[in-house]
């Protein structure tokens, strides 16, 4: 069953640092969304790519998060210099296109220091 | 308005019995609400979904009960098991546009044997 790939599961990294999370969706899945779960809450979303395009980041914290998916395909979401308050659950999400169920990986644990 | 309140925080049921998730929400051009269960260390999963045209969707032993008036939509687990036992997420969006999905703050649902 084809599943979303992401990497790493866990990351632990002191504040001020950089971290990079990869996501490698559904084989043909057009849309990919990037979201962040805070402990004990529901995921809010990041960015939204249709292809390699950027169809939503209004929510993406612009002066340390950036996101890419050069070739339409896998992501990255890096976040430059890490705080304490990204310490969260990264999670990515692939649909076939914009409106169709959103499938989910099971994300990366960021602790930071 | 681009909020989904959901209740309650935890809940715990005795197996065999009716498990119930309530949401409400204020933004009426919200069009598409699903249901999604997250086990530990998984991504969310689709449950159920329903649109506004009907009142109510059932898939098995998991229903969905919509009231458009109320701008309000519960989740019914019936015969809950110890299986069902996971953080449930409700969720909104529009359908037109980039069709951003805002979730609910999540219920822990245990299910005592």
């Known amino acids: 069953e084809a599943e979303v790939a992401q990497s790493p599961r866990y990351k632990i990294t002191e504040k001020s640092q950089a971290v990079a999370f990869w996501c490698d969706p559904i084989?043909?899945?057009?849309?990919l969304y990037w979201y962040r779960q805070i402990l004990g809450q529901g995921p809010e979303l990041l960015v939204q790519?249709?292809?390699?395009?950027?169809?939503?980041d209004s929510q993406l914290p612009k002066d340390r998060f950036s996101a890419e998916r050069l070739k339409g395909v896998d992501s990255t979401l890096k976040i430059q210099p890490a705080e304490l308050g990204d310490s969260a659950m990264y999670l990515c999400a692939s649909s076939l296109q914009v409106g169709n169920e959103q499938f989910f990986g099971p994300g990366t644990r960021l602790t930071v220091l | 308005q681009q909020q989904v309140k959901q209740s309650p925080q935890s809940l715990i049921v005795q197996k065999g019995g009716i498990s119930i998730i309530n949401c409400a929400y204020e933004?009426?051009?919200?069009?598409?609400f699903p249901w999604y269960q997250q086990f530990p260390g998984k991504g969310p999963a689709l449950l159920i979904a329903?649109?506004?045209?009907?009142s109510e969707k059932k898939e098995g032993r998991f229903t969905i009960s919509f009231n458009k008036s109320a701008k309000q939509f519960s989740l019914h687990i019936m015969d809950s098991q110890p299986g069902d036992s996971a953080t449930y997420f409700c969720a909104a969006s529009h359908l037109q546009g980039a069709q951003k999905l805002v979730f609910g703050q999540g219920t822990r649902l245990t299910i005592n044997p």
């Open positions: 933004n009426t051009a919200f069009d598409y």
């Open positions: 329903i649109r506004p045209d009907v």
């Open positions: 790519f249709q292809d390699e395009s950027v169809v939503d």
């Open positions: 084989s043909g899945h057009a849309t």
